[in-house]
Every structure is written in C-alpha cells, then in structure tokens.
C-alpha cells in the first residue's frame, strides 16, 4: 500500500483563493518532500522538510509536518493560474532500502 | 547543467518487441531511479542504483523488465517481450546523495504498447 496518501484527490478554487493539500503517511521517515506534475511533464521537487522540523515556507508555499498524527499538509497562498498541477507528497521509510515513495496525488485546478 | 535526458520521448511499439528507454543523470548525482506512471497505480519505483549498482529491484514487475547502469552517466531499461500492459510513461529521476534526498525527474518516456 501507498505510504503516502493525498488529500483531496482534486481541488478547485479561484484564482487568488488559498490551495491546501494534505499528507498523511504509516511509517517513521527521515523526510517528507512534496512535488508538482504539470500534464505531460516530470515531477519538480518544491519543498522537503525534515522529521525534526515542523514547518518550512517557500515563497507562496507552506508545508507543515506533524509527525506524532502522520501528517502533513501543503499550503499555497494567493493561487494563480499556472498553480494548476497534480501536487505529491513523498515520503521515505527511516528504516530498510527503500527510496522515495510517492502519493497518489491532488489535482489542482485554479480557474483565472 | 541540462538536467536529466531521457529518450525516446515517445515510443510506439507492437506486443512482443523489445523497447529500450535511456537515461542520463546530473553529473555528480550518486542515485538514480527509474519510476512508471500509470492513472491505475500512480507513480511507481521500479528500481533505483547507488553508484551504478542496483540497491533495490523489488518494483520490478516481472523478469520481462531489466535495467542497467553501465556507467555513472547513462542508464537503460529494458522490456523484452513488450505487453500491452506496460503502456505507461517512464521516468527517470536522480539525487546527489542519498535515497530519501531531493530527486530531478526527467520529462518522462511515454510507451504505447499496441
């Protein structure tokens, strides 16, 4: 099963309207990354925050973690147009081998 | 630097033949992974290497899929005989040094198997 899991699987909001986006994830980790995928394209790594932190900002971005619920949530302000994207969480496994594994995603849509 | 190269971008091919996706990494990024991307089952890890060596192959679906990594800039995977099924897109990504450390993604490879 997925260790990360999105919440919503898709979102629409307004233009200039605030997007949240949550995690939540089963095991212990080293680190929890969010990406975006824009149609047709790769994954480009926005933030990573680490498991002793309990939030990061990025310009218009906010992550929060809260490890003792699993959690995370991705916050963007003042959303624009080309915010529009499928947003994922990745988490890594503190213990074994395993890379990143990556969630199911929330679609995001921003309507100008 | 130009960021990780994937080729083909396209790839259309009829059951049973053999296809062959590459991959270049950043220079001096010690990880590479290979993911497929499916609308049923998501983003997936098929298998990543450390130095050239493969780490973890547990995501590869079945012995029809192999990987290599000859050298530290350039990466193939390979799927002998094609299925229908394993039309996806495939990705590459690399990190600099670690598995659970920012990954570059490549634009992807996008596979029809007819």
């Known amino acids: 099963s997925q260790q990360g899991e999105e919440d919503p699987q898709a979102l629409s909001i307004q233009e200039g309207e605030n997007a949240t986006m949550n995690c939540s994830y089963k095991?212990?980790?080293?680190?929890l990354q969010w990406y975006r995928q824009n149609s047709g394209r790769g994954l480009v790594h926005l933030i990573l925050?680490?498991?002793?932190?309990r939030e990061k900002h990025s310009g218009r971005l906010r992550v929060t973690l809260d490890t003792s619920k699993k959690s995370s949530s991705l916050l963007i302000t003042a959303s624009r147009a080309a915010d529009t994207a499928s947003y994922f969480c990745?988490?890594?496994?503190?213990?074994?081998?395993?890379?990143?594994?990556f969630g199911s995603g929330t679609r995001l849509q921003v309507q100008p | 630097d130009a960021g990780v190269i994937q080729s083909p971008r396209h790839e259309v091919t009829e059951m049973g033949q053999e296809v062959t996706l590459r991959c270049k990494p950043i220079?001096?990024?010690?990880?590479l992974f290979w993911y497929r991307q499916t609308m049923m089952r998501g983003l997936e890890l098929l298998i990543y290497?450390?130095?050239?060596?493969?780490?973890?192959d547990s995501g590869m679906p079945e012995d029809r899929f192999s990987a290599k990594m000859p050298n530290a800039s350039f990466s193939t995977l390979k799927i002998q005989p094609s299925e229908p099924r394993d039309s996806a897109v495939y990705f590459c990504?690399?990190?600099?040094?670690?598995?659970?450390?920012?990954?570059?993604f490549g634009p992807g490879t996008r596979l029809l198997v007819l």
């Open positions: 990504a690399s990190s600099l040094t670690a598995r659970w450390e920012t990954q570059y």
């Open positions: 095991t212990s980790i080293n680190n």
């Open positions: 925050i680490r498991s002793n932190e």
């Open positions: 990745a988490t890594d496994a503190l213990a074994g081998r395993r890379a990143l594994t």
């Open positions: 220079s001096g990024h010690d990880y």
């Open positions: 290497f450390n130095n050239n060596v493969p780490i973890d």
